[in-house]
């Protein structure tokens, strides 16, 4: 006798069928999903002696369970996910004493969990996801003492948690994201001695948070991205010593941040982006000797990080989209982002500390409109594997210090739309991996050098419409095309051919070597033009 027993797509099925006296002595797993008609489980559901698993979903019609449910002695997981006409719940449900996964998720038409939950004393897992209706939890939810995960993201109408919210001192996990109605979270929250994650994100009627914070000493990641109407943050926020990820992009309402925040040692990661409304970063931000990541694209508003920045020792990326001018930067940055820095006309603007960057891997200058030249010292920049210099529409030329970059291997120029040449030692770029030249409307040439480039799988040069060398006719060919091309027309190529050949016999007879050079310079024109 199987132990799983399981109905799927049973669209005919309004009720279950009696359970047989073998199936209630062995069933362990019931499965019932997509059952459009079901509207109902029968009574005898809590016959169902051994019954470990109970999954529902997709049951559209279903409005509840029988109270019957109470008398599933060893039940450990209950899922009644998607079932969009169930509003409430049995009380029964507090005597699943075994119960440890409650997953109650897109059950968008329950308004009301019972008072009885809080005698699910094994719960670890408790789903209440995309609970649209739901607008209220009881008080006995403080009574999980097992309560690990807590996810209340997307529930719309949700204006509060209780008080006993705080007694969950097991709890690691709280999502409370999308929570578009949730007006404050109470003091007690600074008891969950536990928690890691709190997600907050998307709280957009949230004004502030309570003082109580601080006293969330193993809290890691603070999720704030988008709570519109957030104005600050509070002082206790530094007290915070395990936090390793803040987020608070789009935080348009908040202004200014609290000096306290230079007190959080372990953060690696902060991402202010979007924040339009900050006009300044505190000073103690460079004590923050553990920041990998600063995330600062779109602060408009946001002046004064001349000194600041050189003092994040650790700092690896570094994101700015508002350019301002910087004093120095970090010599530990992997990732400069300088992307949308339309106001940003010469790298100059940046101190001479970029050709120190030793480290530096990445630099994102697309769609830096106004940038005209680069400097010479971008040469020095020995690590670099990515540069991004797409949509830099006023760049005319690119310093001949590039083909000193050993390391590149993406170099991406797509819409420099005045960019007529390339240098010449960019066929020095032995590192070289893709070259992205589409839209570059003005650049007439290809040197002969890149023909050598033998990593060079990826060379785009679509819509280069003044492209004259190589012609046409093979830049429509496609990469490979343009590669032979060049590397057939590749100088110092054909010079250590003839040595070579000048070596190995006398040129009373020219060698086939010399045949290929002389077609290759002259009779391939004349038979192509």
């Not at 329950?110 to 008072?115: G, I, K």
């Not at 900050?278 to 000073?283: A, D, I, W, Y």
């Not at 570059?440 to 050098?449: A, D, F, P, V």
Request: aromatic share 4%; hydrophobic share 45%; proline share 4%.
């Amino acid at each position: 006798m199987s132990t799983t027993l399981q109905f799927k797509e049973r669209h005919d099925l309004t009720t279950l069928p009696k359970f047989e006296s073998r199936q209630l002595a062995s069933v362990r797993t019931l499965h019932i999903s997509e059952c459009d008609a079901l509207t109902e489980l029968p009574e005898s559901l809590g016959q169902l002696a051994v019954l470990t698993a109970l999954d529902i979903r997709w049951c559209d019609t279903l409005t509840g369970l029988p109270e019957t449910l109470g008398q599933l002695a060893v039940l450990t997981t209950l899922t009644l996910s998607r079932c969009h006409a169930v509003i409430g719940l049995p009380e029964s449900l507090g005597q699943l004493a075994t119960l440890t996964t409650l997953n109650l998720s897109l059950c968008q038409h329950l308004t009301r969990v019972p008072e009885s939950l809080g005698q699910l004393t094994a719960l670890v897992l408790l789903d209440l996801s995309w609970c649209r209706a739901l607008t209220g939890l009881p008080e006995s939810l403080g009574q999980l003492a097992a309560l690990t995960t807590l996810n209340l993201s997307l529930c719309l109408t949700l204006t509060h948690v209780p008080e006993s919210l705080g007694h969950l001192t097991a709890l690691k996990t709280l999502d409370l994201s999308v929570c578009r109605a949730l007006t404050g979270l109470p003091e007690s929250l600074g008891q969950l001695a536990a928690l890691t994650s709190l997600n907050l994100s998307r709280c957009v009627v949230l004004t502030r948070l309570p003082e109580s914070l601080g006293r969330l000493t193993a809290l890691t990641t603070l999720n704030l991205i988008a709570c519109v109407a957030l104005t600050g943050l509070p002082e206790s926020l530094g007290q915070m010593a395990a936090l390793t990820m803040l987020h608070l992009s789009e935080c348009y309402a908040l202004t200014k941040l609290s000096d306290s925040l230079g007190q959080m040692m372990a953060l690696k990661i902060l991402n202010l982006s979007n924040c339009e409304g900050l006009t300044r970063l505190p000073e103690s931000l460079g004590q923050l000797a553990a920041l990998t990541t600063l995330d600062l694209r779109y602060c408009c508003a946001l002046t004064g990080l001349s000194e600041l920045l050189g003092q994040l020792t650790a700092l690896e990326t570094l994101h700015l989209s508002q350019f301002a001018v910087l004093s120095k930067l970090p010599k530990t940055l992997t990732t400069l982002n300088l992307s949308h820095c339309y106001s940003l006309t010469e790298l100059l603007e940046l101190p001479g500390s970029l050709g120190q960057l030793a480290v530096l891997t990445t630099l994102d200058l697309s769609y830096c409109y106004a940038l005209t030249r680069l400097p010479e010292s971008l040469g020095q920049l020995a690590a670099l594997a990515t540069l991004d210099l797409s949509f830099c529409n006023a760049l005319t030329e690119l310093p001949g210090s590039l083909g000193q970059l050993v390391a590149l291997t993406t170099l991406c120029l797509t819409e420099c739309c005045k960019l007529t040449r390339l240098p010449e030692s960019l066929g020095q770029l032995a590192a070289l991996t893709t070259l992205i030249l589409n839209r570059c409307y003005l650049l007439t040439r290809l040197h002969e050098s890149l023909g050598a480039l033998t990593h060079l799988d990826d060379l785009q040069v679509d819509h280069c419409h003044a492209l004259q060398f190589p012609p046409a006719f093979i830049a429509q060919q496609g990469a490979p095309a343009v590669m032979e091309f060049l590397l057939a027309r590749h100088h110092s190529l054909k010079i250590l051919l003839l040595i070579l050949a000048a070596r190995r016999r006398r040129m009373r007879h020219p060698p086939p070597e010399l045949w290929g050079l002389l077609y290759d310079e002259f009779i391939y024109f004349l038979v192509d033009f």
